[in-house]
C-alpha cells in the first residue's frame, strides 16, 4: 500500500510542476492588459461560449456533468487498478477453499463532441470504451476478463439562468456492448456436462447488448468569483449485464476552486471534488448501490481548453466476487472550446 500511495504522489507532483511548466509559456500569450487588478477569468472571455458564471470559470468533471450551452470536442484516457484487492479459490461446487492476494487493471479512453446549436440548446455524442483484466491466474478466474465499447446521443436545454446560477434540463440515450469471459463458469460446465458443448462454450464468453436512457437536471451556482457548485440529479431506465431493464437513480455534488481568482495567490491551477450516487452502474455492469467519489487538478489559465488530471474512486461488487472491489482510475482529460 506505501508503494501505491508513493507512486501516486510522484504521478500528482508531475502533473503539476508539468502545469507549472505550461503555465509559463500560455500565460503571456493570454493574458495582455494593462490592468493588473483585473480578475484572470474575466481575461478569459471571449466571443466563445464559455462554463463562466459570476467571473467564475467551471471546471469541468465527467462524474458530475454541468448545465452549460457550449460547444466543444473532450477526449479522455485513462488506467487503473484495484485496491486491497482479495481473490478467492473455488472448487467447482463454488466452496471457497483458499483467499489469495491480487490485482485488477483497468483501461478506458473516450471521444465526445457537443455542438451548442444556439445559447440555450445543445447536442452531444461520444464514444469509447474499457476493459478489466486480472494481472494473474486467481484473479482472472474469479473475476473474469470483461471489456465494453458503446456510443451516448444527448441533448441539453437551458431551463433558468442569472447572473449566479443556471439550470438545465438533459436527456441522454447509451448503448454499449459488454463482453465478458468466466472461466470459471466454463471448467465449471464442462465439469459437470462431462465435456465440451455448445452450452460450455456460451459459459465461456457471455456477451449483451446493454441501453439506458436518462432524464436528468444539471445545475451550477457560483457565489463568488473563485469558487462554484455543481449538482445534478436524474432517474432513468438502463439494463444491466444479463438482467433486464431496471430503474435507476443519480444524483450528486461537486465544488471546486480556482486559485487565478483567490487574491495574492493568482496561480492558474483549479481542484474539484465530487461525490455521485447511482442505483445501478450506467455503463451496463451488474453492480448495485455505487458511490463513485472523484478528484480534479486541472490548468485553467487557457481562454480555449481545460487539461486535467481526474481521479474517480469506487467500491464495486461485480457478479462473480464475492467481495467488493475498490477501484482507483486515473485519466487525463482534455477538452476545447470551439
Given at each position: 500500500?506505501?508503494?501505491?500511495?508513493?507512486?501516486?504522489?510522484?504521478?500528482?507532483?508531475?502533473?503539476l510542476f508539468f502545469?507549472?511548466l505550461?503555465n509559463?509559456?500560455?500565460?503571456a500569450?493570454v493574458?495582455?492588459?494593462?490592468?493588473?487588478?483585473?480578475?484572470?477569468?474575466?481575461?478569459?472571455?471571449t466571443?466563445?461560449?464559455?462554463?463562466?458564471i459570476n467571473?467564475f470559470r467551471?471546471?469541468?468533471?465527467?462524474?458530475i456533468?454541468?448545465?452549460?450551452?457550449?460547444t466543444?470536442v473532450?477526449t479522455?484516457?485513462?488506467?487503473?487498478a484495484?485496491?486491497d484487492?482479495k481473490?478467492y479459490l473455488?472448487?467447482?461446487?463454488?466452496?471457497?477453499?483458499?483467499t489469495?492476494t491480487?490485482?485488477?487493471?483497468?483501461?478506458?479512453?473516450?471521444?465526445?463532441f457537443?455542438?451548442?446549436?444556439?445559447?440555450?440548446?445543445?447536442?452531444?455524442?461520444s464514444?469509447?470504451g474499457?476493459g478489466?483484466?486480472?494481472?494473474?491466474?486467481?484473479?482472472i478466474?474469479?473475476?473474469?476478463i470483461?471489456?465494453?465499447?458503446?456510443y451516448?446521443?444527448?441533448?441539453?436545454i437551458k431551463?433558468?439562468?442569472?447572473?449566479?446560477?443556471?439550470l438545465?434540463?438533459?436527456?441522454?440515450?447509451s448503448?454499449?456492448?459488454?463482453?465478458?469471459?468466466?472461466?470459471?463458469?466454463?471448467v465449471?460446465n464442462v465439469v459437470?456436462?462431462?465435456?465440451?458443448?455448445?452450452?460450455s462454450?456460451n459459459?465461456?464468453l457471455?456477451?449483451?447488448?446493454v441501453?439506458?436512457?436518462?432524464?436528468?437536471?444539471?445545475?451550477?451556482y457560483a457565489p463568488?468569483?473563485?469558487?462554484g457548485?455543481?449538482?445534478?440529479?436524474g432517474?432513468?431506465?438502463?439494463?444491466?449485464?444479463?438482467?433486464?431493464d431496471k430503474g435507476n437513480?443519480?444524483?450528486?455534488?461537486?465544488?471546486?476552486?480556482?486559485?487565478?481568482?483567490?487574491?495574492?495567490?493568482g496561480?492558474p491551477?483549479?481542484?474539484l471534488v465530487g461525490?455521485?450516487?447511482?442505483?445501478?452502474?450506467?455503463?451496463?455492469e451488474?453492480?448495485?448501490?455505487i458511490?463513485?467519489?472523484?478528484f480534479?487538478?486541472?490548468?485553467t489559465g487557457h481562454?480555449?481548453?481545460?487539461?486535467g488530471l481526474?481521479n474517480?474512486?469506487?467500491?464495486?461488487n461485480?457478479?462473480?466476487?464475492?467481495?467488493?472491489i475498490?477501484t482507483?482510475?486515473?485519466?487525463?482529460?482534455v477538452?476545447y472550446?470551439?
Amino acid at each position: 500500500m506505501k508503494k501505491n500511495n508513493h507512486y501516486w504522489f510522484n504521478l500528482f507532483f508531475c502533473v503539476l510542476f508539468f502545469l507549472v511548466l505550461v503555465n509559463q509559456n500560455l500565460r503571456a500569450q493570454v493574458f495582455q492588459s494593462d490592468n493588473e487588478n483585473k480578475k484572470d477569468t474575466v481575461l478569459l472571455r471571449t466571443n466563445k461560449l464559455l462554463p463562466i458564471i459570476n467571473n467564475f470559470r467551471f471546471i469541468p468533471s465527467d462524474v458530475i456533468d454541468n448545465p452549460f450551452i457550449t460547444t466543444f470536442v473532450k477526449t479522455s484516457v485513462g488506467a487503473g487498478a484495484a485496491i486491497d484487492l482479495k481473490s478467492y479459490l473455488k472448487d467447482l461446487e463454488g466452496n471457497v477453499t483458499d483467499t489469495l492476494t491480487g490485482k485488477l487493471s483497468f483501461i478506458s479512453m473516450d471521444l465526445m463532441f457537443q455542438l451548442a446549436i444556439t445559447d440555450w440548446i445543445a447536442v452531444n455524442g461520444s464514444y469509447g470504451g474499457s476493459g478489466r483484466l486480472g494481472n494473474n491466474a486467481y484473479t482472472i478466474l474469479t473475476s473474469g476478463i470483461s471489456y465494453a465499447s458503446g456510443y451516448t446521443l444527448g441533448a441539453k436545454i437551458k431551463i433558468w439562468g442569472n447572473d449566479q446560477m443556471m439550470l438545465s434540463g438533459s436527456l441522454d440515450h447509451s448503448s454499449n456492448k459488454v463482453f465478458l469471459y468466466s472461466i470459471y463458469d466454463f471448467v465449471k460446465n464442462v465439469v459437470e456436462s462431462g465435456g465440451i458443448d455448445s452450452s460450455s462454450q456460451n459459459k465461456l464468453l457471455e456477451k449483451d447488448d446493454v441501453s439506458s436512457t436518462f432524464l436528468s437536471l444539471n445545475y451550477a451556482y457560483a457565489p463568488t468569483d473563485w469558487c462554484g457548485i455543481l449538482a445534478v440529479t436524474g432517474w432513468g431506465v438502463g439494463q444491466t449485464f444479463g438482467n433486464k431493464d431496471k430503474g435507476n437513480v443519480r444524483f450528486g455534488l461537486a465544488a471546486s476552486v480556482d486559485f487565478d481568482n483567490i487574491k495574492y495567490i493568482g496561480f492558474p491551477i483549479g481542484v474539484l471534488v465530487g461525490v455521485k450516487f447511482n442505483s445501478f452502474s450506467e455503463s451496463g455492469e451488474n453492480t448495485t448501490n455505487i458511490l463513485t467519489y472523484s478528484f480534479r487538478i486541472g490548468y485553467t489559465g487557457h481562454k480555449d481548453f481545460d487539461i486535467g488530471l481526474e481521479n474517480t474512486y469506487q467500491s464495486l461488487n461485480y457478479r462473480l466476487s464475492d467481495q467488493k472491489i475498490n477501484t482507483l482510475l486515473t485519466a487525463i482529460k482534455v477538452r476545447y472550446y470551439f
